[in-house]
């Protein structure tokens, strides 16, 4: 049975930091993709990063140069580095791994931007 546990979200100030974490069990991590998304309130889920099986790494434009997707094939973990934090990053966050035309989902993890 796969699963992924995000860890990592909470509150932070505008201008912080926050790294998530999504820990993946009961599957081949080192051949997966993976990637980050976030839902922000009323609004649909977006896919924010993405890291395949060989490290290359790709953002959604508008986040580009504050964001950093990273992985550790020997702890089957995805993390997702957060810097300069904006109240617009509020959302909950989920990570996604797709392996042979499968996908599976985290339960998510809420980070709050506020002053």
């Known amino acids: 049975q796969v699963q992924l546990a995000e860890s990592g979200g909470g509150f932070a100030q505008p201008g912080g930091s926050l790294r998530l974490s999504c820990v993946a069990s009961g599957i081949n991590f080192g051949d997966a993709a993976l990637a980050w998304y976030r839902q922000i309130p009323g609004k649909e889920r977006e896919l924010v990063a993405l890291i395949g099986s060989s490290g290359t790494e790709s953002y959604i434009e508008s986040l580009r140069g504050r964001l950093t997707i990273s992985r550790d094939n020997a702890k089957n973990t995805v993390y997702l580095q957060m810097n300069k934090l904006q109240p617009a990053d509020t959302a909950v966050y989920y990570c996604?791994?797709?392996?042979?035309?499968?996908?599976?989902w985290g339960q998510g993890t809420q980070v709050t931007v506020s002053s």
């Open positions: 996604k791994l797709n392996l042979n035309w499968q996908e599976y």
